[in-house]
Every structure is written in structure tokens, then in C-alpha cells.
């Protein structure tokens, strides 16, 4: 079952939104989802406060307090990887959308069609993310890694770094290999990039794109060559963008 939270000020929005839902869970028998509805930013921080946690996030942007930007940064703190999706009537908050790793930015009034689209992309990705491993040959033993969990992995004088969301920063033993040929197999998923000699990172856990680094959600600050900036930038923005 997924949870779904939705957070708009404009009832009425809100109403469309969870009748959309309900049509897509209909239309696709097996699929459970449960759906909870925010009337403000306050309402959901008090929610994330007590100890719930939701699967995906429907955000509207332009609310009165506290805005869709800011709420999402405040969910980030407490969940680095849960798809946030926004729903406003402008499209002026486009990039900053980006800025908090949003899976998609709907303008409203919400269409079906669009609203289907983008839970049958956020579906497969939290799918994917749950099943893939990377086996991590550490000094003895052998460690399964989920991609989801794995923030970047670092090259050191031949042994790989990987930091994890638990915390962990797990070595492997020494390899034999390069740094690009032993991180191969994460580098064909597209949540990693690789534009540092010493550093892959997963997209998918970039806090912020600031400056010329990626700071990442366990608060390491990645920096970005010079040479390379543009295309890391352009790399970025196209994974938040689904390209």
C-alpha cells in the first residue's frame, strides 16, 4: 500500500486531486493507496512531527505561511528520498522545484491524463529503487547494497567509500581495477553520475545544487571541477526533469 499525502490550502484542489487518485487506483486493479488529505504546511509538519511518513507528496506551492518550497525543504530533513510532486498555477517556481529533488511539477487545474502519467513513472521508480542491489565485496564479508541507499561512494587509494542513508560509510577491500570499471554497474542505472575522479554521487540524494558542488542529504559537499560543471548541472537537472 502507498501512502499519499496531499497538501493544498484550496480545498476544492484538494478534492480533485483525491477523486484523480481514486480514479487511477481503480483503473489499476491491485494497486492500493491511501490517501491524506492537508489542508496547510502547519497541518503536515505536525503530522511528519508525530512520526508519519508518506510514500509520495502532493505539494501545492503557492500557500499562506508557509509555502509549498519551504515545506518541501522541511520534508527533506526528514525524508531524503520520498517523492515530492508539486501542483501550483504558476510556473515561475519551476527551478526551485528542482532544488528539493521534485519528481514533477503539475500546473494546475490537475488533468487526468498528466496526474496518471506521473504516478505510473513515480510507481516504477519507488519499484526500481526497492529492488536493486550492488554487491560490495568489504574485508570479510560480503554486503548487499540497495541503490536507494547508497548517497555517493568515494575512490580511496584503491578501496570504494560508499556513504549510506543508515549512516554507515562502508569500505570495500582493495581492487584491482579502476574506479570507473568497478563503479560500471551503478554508473548504467540513472540516479549516478560520475563527474568527479573521486566521487559518484546519487542524484536522487542531492540536497542542493549550490554553487559549483553538490551538497548531499548527509551534508557532505561534493565539488563540482570546472571543466565539468556545465554538464553535471545539465545532467542534474535532466534526472530531476525525467529526461
Given at each position: 500500500?502507498?501512502?499519499?499525502a ?10 480533485h486531486v483525491l ?9 489499476r ?7 491524506h488529505?492537508f489542508?496547510?504546511?502547519n497541518?503536515?509538519?505536525?503530522s ?12 501545492d ?12 525543504r ?5 525524508d531524503t528520498?520520498?517523492?515530492?510532486i ?7 517556481y ?14 494546475k487545474?490537475?488533468n487526468?491524463d498528466?496526474?496518471?502519467?506521473t ?15 550492488f ?14 541507499s547508497i ?6 587509494t ?7 542513508t ?8 582493495s581492487?584491482r ?5 568497478a563503479v ?15 566521487f ?6 542531492v540536497r ?8 548531499m542529504t ?10 565539468r ?15
Amino acid at each position: 500500500m502507498l501512502q499519499i499525502a496531499v497538501c493544498d490550502d484550496m480545498p476544492e484542489h484538494s478534492a480533485h486531486v483525491l477523486r484523480l487518485l481514486g480514479g487511477y487506483q481503480e483503473s489499476r486493479p491491485g494497486l492500493e493507496l491511501l490517501t491524506h488529505s492537508f489542508n496547510s504546511a502547519n497541518q503536515l509538519l505536525a503530522s511528519l512531527k508525530a512520526g508519519y511518513r508518506f510514500d509520495v507528496y502532493f505539494l501545492d506551492i503557492i500557500m499562506p505561511e508557509i509555502d509549498g518550497i519551504t515545506l518541501a525543504r522541511q520534508i527533506r530533513r526528514v525524508d531524503t528520498n520520498a517523492p515530492l510532486i508539486f501542483l501550483t498555477q504558476s510556473i515561475s517556481y519551476a527551478l526551485d522545484a528542482f532544488g528539493v529533488s521534485a519528481v514533477q511539477y503539475i500546473v494546475k487545474p490537475v488533468n487526468e491524463d498528466v496526474l496518471s502519467e506521473t504516478m505510473d513513472k513515480t510507481i516504477s521508480a519507488l519499484k526500481q529503487e526497492d529492488e536493486i542491489f550492488f554487491t560490495l565485496l568489504a574485508p570479510g564479508r560480503v554486503v548487499k547494497l540497495l541503490y536507494s541507499s547508497i548517497i555517493l561512494v568515494e575512490y580511496v587509494t584503491r578501496t570504494l567509500k560508499f556513504y549510506l542513508t543508515s549512516g554507515e560509510a562502508i569500505e570495500s577491500k582493495s581492487i584491482r581495477t579502476s574506479f570507473g570499471k568497478a563503479v560500471e554497474e551503478l554508473l548504467d542505472d540513472r540516479r549516478f553520475l560520475w563527474f568527479h575522479q573521486s566521487f559518484v554521487i546519487n542524484m536522487s540524494h542531492v540536497r542542493e545544487l549550490r554553487g559549483r558542488s553538490f551538497v548531499m542529504t548527509n551534508g557532505m559537499d561534493i565539488p563540482i571541477p570546472k571543466p565539468r560543471h556545465a554538464a553535471a548541472k545539465k545532467s542534474y537537472l535532466d534526472y530531476l526533469a525525467g529526461i
